[in-house]
């Protein structure tokens, strides 16, 4: 899976992509990770990438040109990607979109807004909008991030258990969070695991996990 980045800020990715799963996802499997840097489809000798919005009001936005370019060029790379754009009115993202997509294996185009926007004739060539919350920041990098991870840590071969993706939080219906979890010592500080999980019993222990699952 090939996975393209169009930002203002590619340096930003540079320790996320190149550390923990990220990093052994591009070593041991087929992933790609790759950053496109927006300023290279700059307008001019500045290349500028942002104007003022029509009708007014503050902040700048991103153009549609740099934009349009800096998709087409990420489609080059791989035409049959899907384009995603992070924005807070999008589809809230969980861990059954990242499924999706991971089982999918199509490529990924993700689009980092930034300033106080985008032009919105953008989302003609997007197939979805995404948010990863109801908050503000300063621009689609971290979002990005986010989905990325989430949907690459998926892949096969990419965790180093079996099971590791199947048994954990979100993945039956993405609201249940998986049970508590612990390890040694058996007790610390008068704080103690709880006996069931130290009786060898996997049924009863299946059950305990379950029951101790929370929506």
Known sequence: M???VITLF????????????????QKDTDVELATVNLRDFG??????VDDAPYGGGDGMLLMIEPLMNAVNAAKEADPKAKVLLMTPRGD?????V?????DAGNGL??????????????????DQQISIGNYVLTGGEIPAMAVVDS???LLPGVLGGETS???????????TVEAPQYTRPAEYNGMEVPEVLLSGNHAEIAQWRAKNAKR
Request: net charge negative; charged share 30%; hydrophobic share 40%.
């Open 2 to 4: 090939k996975i393209q």
């Open 10 to 25: 590619p340096e930003m990715f540079e320790g996320v992509f190149n550390a923990s799963m990220l990093w052994k996802a």
């Open 43 to 48: 307008l001019g000798p500045r290349k500028t």
């Open 92 to 96: 809230t993202w969980r861990q059954s």
């Open 98 to 102: 990242a499924k999706q997509y991971a």
């Open 109 to 126: 185009i993700i689009i980092c807004g930034r300033y106080e926007g985008y032009d919105e004739r953008i989302t003609s060539v997007v």
């Open 151 to 153: 949907v690459v840590r």
């Open 165 to 175: 993706a199947e048994v954990e939080s979100f993945v039956e219906d993405d609201e």
